[in-house]
């Protein structure tokens, strides 16, 4: 099985922060790697697929990069609609998830 | 617009069986895998299985074979998730979702990544 470890587990910041979610696969993974953002009560929302190809209707500050072990998740300008929870999931090898970023206001 | 619908909440008791369901809308239903996912209160992601609907292949995560069923029906586009004997540790909100399709470096055609996704069933196994 393929583990995926996501840091950091909770992340204070404030609107108009760069933030910044790393991911890391037990594996290589090529570049198949997608980003979700979850908010309470509701199912995830796909943000990144194929480690950085912006999913359509995705706001542009939303950015991936990363390939094999390691990936990272850059929203460039923290807006009041990004608090969230942000979870990675690998698709190489069947499908594996990180255990999700919190991401709250400071 | 491709659409994943399901079936409302739940509350049973230890023991008891459950089949909850996920439709799909605005596409080719026998052209797409369909897939769940768990999410326990408070926890994160959990890929269970999947099923292809025009054959009926499936495929479970090791973690669930064997505890859960997944089916479908092709002239109703609607998948199933199903227990035989609930346990309190099954208490969890289920997700149905469609894999993408896409070709790998090789030119293979492969599933992907999770969307869109159903709204969530609750789930809640209780004595």
């Known amino acids: 099985d393929i583990q995926m470890t996501q840091s950091p587990s909770t992340l204070s910041a404030s609107v108009g922060d760069r933030v910044t979610i790393t991911c890391r696969a037990s594996?290589?993974?090529?570049?198949?790697l997608a980003w979700y953002q979850q908010k309470p009560g509701k199912a995830p929302k796909l943000l990144i697929y194929k480690a950085s190809s912006l999913e359509s209707g995705v706001p542009s500050r939303f950015s991936g990069s990363g390939s094999g072990t390691e990936f990272t998740l850059t929203i460039s300008s923290l807006q009041p609609d990004d608090f969230a929870t942000y979870y990675c999931q690998q698709y190489n090898n069947y499908w594996t998830f990180g255990q999700g970023t919190k991401v709250e206001i400071k | 617009e491709v659409q994943l619908v399901q079936s409302g909440a739940e509350v049973k008791k230890p023991g008891e069986s459950l089949k909850i369901s996920c439709k799909g809308s605005?596409?080719?239903?026998?052209?797409?895998?369909i897939g769940w996912v768990r999410q326990m209160p408070g926890k994160g992601l959990e890929w269970m299985g999947l099923?292809?609907?025009?054959?009926?292949?499936?495929r479970y995560s090791p973690s669930f074979q064997g505890q859960v069923t997944i089916s479908a029906d092709k002239s109703t586009n609607t998948a199933y998730l199903q227990w035989s004997s609930l346990k309190a540790s099954d208490t969890a909100i289920y997700y149905c979702?469609?894999?993408?399709?896409?070709?790998?470096?090789?030119?293979?055609?492969?599933?992907?990544?999770?969307?869109?996704w159903g709204q969530g069933t609750q789930v809640t196994v209780s004595s």
């Open positions: 099923i292809n609907p025009e054959d009926s292949d499936s």
């Open positions: 979702v469609r894999p993408s399709h896409y070709y790998d470096t090789s030119g293979s055609l492969r599933l992907g990544w999770f969307d869109p």
């Open positions: 605005g596409y080719s239903f026998t052209s797409h895998w």
């Open positions: 594996q290589s993974v090529s570049y198949w």
